[in-house]
């Protein structure tokens, strides 16, 4: 049974199928094959969403399946039935589990116990739907409509501001390793990266740079990148990380400092003001609503793949 909980679930070569099949279905939305006719996948979710749902809620539709959302305040999880015992009930009605929560380790016995293939779409520790599709949105740019999209993020470099901590800078590490990208992160050192991620990021094959200066994170970079300085689930250390983040706002100055063509990304939502300036919001190569569309496509490669993987 194959899963998608982190980036290296698919190896390099599959995360270019992925994007071979996000490419087509985009092209021919709504002409395509419906690899899951006749199946249910359950949307489990702990935390608030609009992307990630309406993307998987559409995508599954659009594969000719049927999403089924589940809040996790409305099913017996929420007054602590086992996720273990959940996952085997499930998988007598539905044919896979897309999951947002909190703690990674809860995507891995969900995986254990169901029999069924679990995509991950957003945990604290990792978002590779997300980066699946930023990387996407990247290479449809660099490699054009023809060209070939995995080979044109290889060597590009890759910075990111901010919280360099959490689920989407963890994230950028196993998605720059996997796909031939450098990057530089920049944060205060609260927040730099754990030894968990490290380590694992070291194994996708990716060195990285972790510094507190983020003009020299910038420099040469080919993205720059943001996220919320206050994760869901943190909004009670907002004032606080506000107050060291402050000196990792991606301002117009900044965003100024990194390659000439380089690409503002975030995956949203965003606070202007505090992780991102409205200009740079505002700027001509800021890409947030393609990163946003691009759920979708990918989103329904990697659910292709899995449905192909399952026979
Ligand atoms: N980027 C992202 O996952 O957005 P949502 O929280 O709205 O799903
Ligand atoms: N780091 C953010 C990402 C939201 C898509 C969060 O976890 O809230």
Redesign the pocket.
């Given at each position: 049974m194959r899963h998608f909980l982190k980036e290296t679930d698919f190896s390099r070569d599959e995360a270019g199928q992925v994007f071979a099949l996000a490419r087509r279905f985009k092209q021919e939305r709504g002409r395509h094959e419906r690899p899951l006719a006749g199946q249910t996948w359950a949307m489990i979710f702990a935390k608030s969403s609009t992307r990630t749902r309406v993307s998987f809620e559409v995508g599954i539709h659009e594969l000719g399946g049927n999403p089924l959302f589940l809040n996790t305040n409305d099913i017996q999880i929420g007054r602590g039935e086992t996720i273990a015992d959940t996952a085997k009930v499930l998988a007598r009605f539905v044919h896979g589990l897309i999951v947002r929560t909190h703690a990674q380790s809860d995507l891995t016995v969900l995986a254990a116990h169901g029999g069924l293939p679990v995509v991950n779409a957003?945990t604290d520790f990792l978002?590779p739907c997300?980066i699946y599709a930023d990387a996407f949105t990247a290479a449809e740019r660099w490699a054009g409509p023809q060209g070939d999209l995995l080979a044109s993020l290889r060597g590009r470099k890759v910075a990111f501001l901010g919280d360099t901590s959490?689920?989407?800078a963890n994230s950028w590490l196993l998605g720059a390793g996997l796909f031939g990208m450098k990057i530089a992160l920049a944060g205060p050192v609260e927040y730099k990266p754990g030894k968990e991620i490290s380590e694992m990021a070291a194994q996708a094959g990716g060195a990285f740079q972790f510094t507190t200066d983020s003009r020299e994170a910038v420099a040469g970079a080919d993205i720059v990148y943001t996220?919320?300085w206050a994760?869901?689930g943190q909004e009670g250390e907002a004032a606080e990380r506000r107050r060291r983040l402050l000196p990792y706002q991606v301002t117009g100055k900044l965003f100024a400092a990194a390659k000439p063509d380089a690409l503002f990304m975030h995956?949203l939502p965003a606070h202007a003001g505090e992780e991102v300036a409205q200009e740079v919001l505002d700027h001509p190569r800021c890409v947030i609503f393609d990163e946003a569309e691009n759920r979708l496509h990918v989103q329904k490669g990697i659910l292709a793949m899995l449905a192909r993987s399952r026979g």
């Open positions: 957003l978002h997300q959490f689920n989407m996220d919320v994760s869901m995956c």
